[in-house]
């Protein structure tokens, strides 16, 4: 079974505070892929990053940081000099090696409060 | 491109009746998907499709039905609307079944059974 933990529930830091989202996930597939998804406080859902289970390397995109560590099963979200406009619920989700479908198991979410 | 879209946004229901939830897609994606999104609970899977004439069950289908006659729609229905059903609804779609690509949104589906 394939399983996505974000244990931290919720998170507040101050505006410019460096924070990081901690995602573990569980599957014995060999090839999988890995994402995050942003959800505002609008509720519609916004992709942010795939990344495949070939490809460790971590990956940068402006303020956005991701570490993908597979001796450790986790692919940690960290966001640099946060901003008010960042505070959202953000879910880490993962897809298998499937023959068919392209199922996504999702975890928890984490809501990240940035207070100015 | 609309994109993903959902109707109704908001919809309550009482127990024991029956509704559509309607998800269309302008994009000509192959894969599309029904979630439900509840509290501490992240987005589960209730139904997806492969393509025309394909579905298949998610993680969480009993109370739910679904058929994909055309590429672009994919309608939800609930059959007998129970109180556990209350949740927050979204469809997805997505270029290829072959291989997890990003998946498109809808806006989401309010509903409330009361």
């Known amino acids: 079974a394939q399983k996505v933990t974000q244990a931290q529930t919720e998170i507040s830091v101050v505006e410019k505070e460096d924070v990081t989202l901690d995602c573990v996930y569980e599957?014995?597939?060999?090839?999988?892929?890995l994402f995050w998804y942003k959800q505002p406080p609008s509720g519609e859902l916004v992709f942010l990053i795939r990344r495949n289970s070939f490809d460790e390397q971590n990956e940068i995109s402006g303020r956005y940081s991701w570490n993908f560590q597979k001796s450790t099963s986790s692919f940690n979200f960290t966001i640099t000099a946060s901003q008010v406009v960042d505070s959202a619920v953000y879910f880490c989700?993962?897809?298998?090696?499937?023959?068919?479908?392209?199922?996504?198991?999702f975890g928890a979410g984490t809501i990240l409060r940035v207070k100015s | 491109n609309a994109g993903v879209t959902q109707t109704p946004k908001f919809q309550v229901l009482k127990t024991g009746q029956s509704m559509t939830l309607q998800c269309a897609q302008d994009m000509n994606h192959e894969y599309m998907s029904w979630y439900r999104q509840d509290p501490g609970m992240g987005l589960r899977l209730i139904h997806y499709s492969v393509g025309a004439g394909i579905t298949d069950q998610g993680e969480v289908p009993n109370g739910y039905n679904v058929s994909r006659s055309t590429t672009e729609d994919f309608p939800l229905r609930l059959l007998s609307a129970a109180p556990s059903q209350t949740s927050v609804y979204f469809c997805?779609?997505?270029?290829?079944?072959?291989?997890?690509?990003?998946?498109?949104f809808g806006p989401g589906t309010r509903l409330t059974v009361t």
């Open positions: 599957t014995r597939d060999t090839t999988y892929y």
């Open positions: 997805a779609s997505s270029y290829s079944s072959g291989a997890p690509y990003e998946q498109y």
């Open positions: 989700a993962l897809s298998g090696n499937m023959e068919y479908g392209n199922k996504l198991v």
